[in-house]
């Protein structure tokens, strides 16, 4: 069983940054495909970004490519999430999760354990 701690989000004003942070306990998190969801009030939860076990390869949704960047320690078994040029539509309850798989998926039913998410706020 695997626990995942997200930390690290806030209130940020348009065009600021922030850095998720996203602690596992329980079993190492170097065989599993990690990634980030967001959940904004009324709206589905969408996917933001996967990285693979070793960190070389990762994969964005278009509306973050460029600002922002997921890696990884697994040394420290921990993911990250770096946003930077934050605008008010990434205003969202960020989740850090991961599946067991050959690459990542797009969908939040593809995932197989979830943390409880932080909330991220930018004002305009």
């Known amino acids: 069983q695997v626990q995942l701690v997200e930390s690290g989000g806030g209130l940020v004003q348009t065009g600021g940054s922030l850095r998720l942070s996203c602690a596992a306990s329980g079993r190492s998190l170097r065989n599993y495909i990690m990634g980030w969801f967001r959940q904004a009030p009324g709206k589905e939860r969408e996917f933001v970004a996967a990285i693979n076990w070793s960190g070389d390869s990762t994969y964005y949704t278009n509306s973050v490519k460029g600002r922002f960047t997921v890696s990884r320690d697994n040394a420290k078994n921990t993911v990250y999430l770096q946003m930077n040029s934050l605008k008010p539509e990434d205003t969202a309850v960020y989740y850090c999760?991961?599946?067991?798989?050959?690459?990542?998926?797009?969908?939040?039913?593809?995932?197989?354990?979830w943390g409880q998410g932080t909330q991220v706020t930018v004002s305009s």
């Open positions: 999760t991961g599946r067991i798989g050959s690459w990542y998926a797009n969908i939040a039913s593809g995932y197989d354990f």
